[in-house]
């Protein structure tokens, strides 16, 4: 699967997979002068050591497509690829349009997924209005729990804590935990994270945004906290950055065939991430990106070559 040696674009990488199949991924290759499977790289929850691939996928501005048929048709191929190929948490909010909605349909359309890790948000004011927004989102995924319940963006998180703590404890909801997307927001967010019994927390990490390498990350550690990154490409700006440059040789590696899998296989790797949503509308996108599910991560000495080739582009 490894791309050396000439240009890479995701464009380019992605229609290549999509003309070979998902099974290339998955495919047999020799290792030690034996037939083995690539297998799905998984990291454990810090408390329980509940094991989850670590490419999920987000659902923000991608799933928001309404009653558009086509589209939602699109969106299931898109869900459908995501299974297929090991994806098991899929993340979601109240504050994506008809996100939530839209990926009831799909998940309706397609056998039951066991491996399924369901993380949606609450977003919202108050008690009641928290309450009543939960239970909504449940029956628009068709769900009878969800496994990961974040309040999002802290609002209202002190009013939303005491109903979550009470939803786990009656077994309601699994894990509970708390996002943010906002740097500026780190100085509160710490606080909830070393004061509050969070399973979970979400924040943004990729190869250039690495703010929350200073305090945010090893506080997670230290609390026992898993970590769920989003923006891992930057909203797309990363691929602006690389754009019709070549995949450094070394990359292969770590089996990263595209800019794609190089930045998520960053992101994961730092050792107190547990995995990474990226959002696409692509099946094409999906396979690449859950190319970068499979094979190994890249070890500390790694992490700091890749961090450097990028700061010298």
Same mark, same amino acid.
């Given at each position: 699967?490894?791309?050396?040696?000439?240009?890479?674009?995701?464009?380019?990488?992605?229609?290549?997979?999509?003309?070979?199949?998902?099974?290339?991924?998955?495919?047999?290759?020799? =290792?030690? &002068?034996?037939?083995?499977?690539?297998? /799905?790289? +998984?990291?454990?929850?810090?408390?329980?050591? %509940?094991?989850?691939? !670590?490419?999920?996928?987000?659902?923000?501005?991608?799933?928001?497509?309404?009653?558009?048929?086509?589209?939602?048709?699109?969106?299931?191929?898109?869900?459908?690829?995501?299974?297929?190929?090991?994806?098991?948490?899929?993340?979601?909010?109240?504050?994506?349009?008809?996100?939530?909605?839209?990926?009831?349909?799909?998940?309706?359309?397609?056998?039951?997924?066991?491996?399924?890790?369901?993380?949606?948000?609450?977003?919202?004011?108050?008690?009641?209005?928290?309450?009543?927004?939960?239970?909504?989102?449940?029956?628009?995924?068709?769900?009878?729990?969800?496994?990961?319940?974040?309040?999002?963006?802290?609002?209202?998180?002190?009013?939303?804590?005491?109903?979550?703590?009470?939803?786990? =404890?009656? &077994?309601?909801?699994?894990?509970?935990? /708390?996002? +943010?997307?906002?740097?500026?927001?780190?100085? %509160?967010?710490?606080? !909830?994270?070393?004061?509050?019994?969070?399973?979970?927390?979400?924040?943004?990490?990729?190869?250039?945004?690495?703010?929350?390498?200073?305090?945010?990350?090893?506080?997670?550690?230290?609390?026992?906290?898993?970590?769920?990154?989003?923006?891992?490409?930057?909203?797309?700006?990363?691929?602006?950055?690389?754009?019709?440059?070549?995949?450094?040789?070394?990359?292969?590696?770590?089996?990263?065939?595209?800019?794609?899998?190089?930045?998520?296989?960053?992101?994961?790797?730092?050792?107190?991430?547990?995995?990474?949503?990226?959002?696409?509308?692509?099946?094409?996108?999906?396979?690449?990106?859950?190319?970068?599910?499979?094979?190994?991560?890249?070890?500390?000495?790694?992490?700091?070559?890749? =961090?450097?080739?990028?700061?010298?582009?």
């Amino acid at each position: 699967m490894a791309r050396t040696g000439f240009s890479l674009t995701r464009r380019r990488l992605v229609t290549a997979l999509g003309a070979i199949g998902a099974g290339a991924l998955m495919r047999k290759i020799p =290792a030690s &002068g034996q037939d083995a499977t690539p297998q /799905i790289i +998984t990291k454990a929850m810090p408390t329980g050591g %509940e094991k989850l691939a !670590v490419i999920g996928m987000g659902t923000s501005r991608t799933f928001d497509v309404g009653n558009n048929e086509a589209q939602r048709a699109v969106r299931l191929d898109v869900l459908k690829t995501f299974f297929e190929l090991g994806g098991q948490v899929v993340d979601s909010s109240p504050m994506y349009g008809s996100a939530e909605d839209v990926l009831g349909y799909c998940l309706k359309q397609l056998p039951a997924q066991p491996g399924l890790y369901a993380a949606t948000k609450v977003w919202t004011e108050g008690r009641e209005a928290g309450t009543a927004q939960m239970a909504r989102s449940q029956t628009l995924w068709g769900l009878e729990s969800f496994d990961l319940m974040q309040i999002h963006n802290l609002m209202d998180w002190q009013t939303h804590l005491e109903t979550l703590k009470a939803q786990k =404890a009656k &077994g309601a909801i699994r894990h509970i935990g /708390i996002t +943010t997307s906002h740097g500026r927001m780190h100085p %509160e967010f710490e606080k !909830v994270m070393a004061g509050a019994p969070l399973d979970f927390v979400q924040l943004t990490y990729n190869i250039l945004d690495r703010e929350a390498e200073a305090r945010l990350l090893p506080l997670a550690a230290e609390r026992g906290q898993a970590v769920m990154v989003n923006r891992p490409f930057r909203r797309g700006a990363l691929f602006e950055l690389v754009k019709g440059r070549k995949l450094p040789q070394w990359a292969d590696d770590i089996g990263c065939a595209s800019w794609a899998q190089f930045f998520l296989k960053y992101a994961v790797s730092h050792p107190n991430v547990t995995c990474a949503i990226p959002a696409t509308r692509r099946v094409d996108h999906m396979r690449d990106n859950m190319g970068a599910n499979v094979g190994v991560l890249p070890d500390a000495a790694m992490r700091e070559r890749m =961090a450097a080739h990028m700061a010298d582009l």
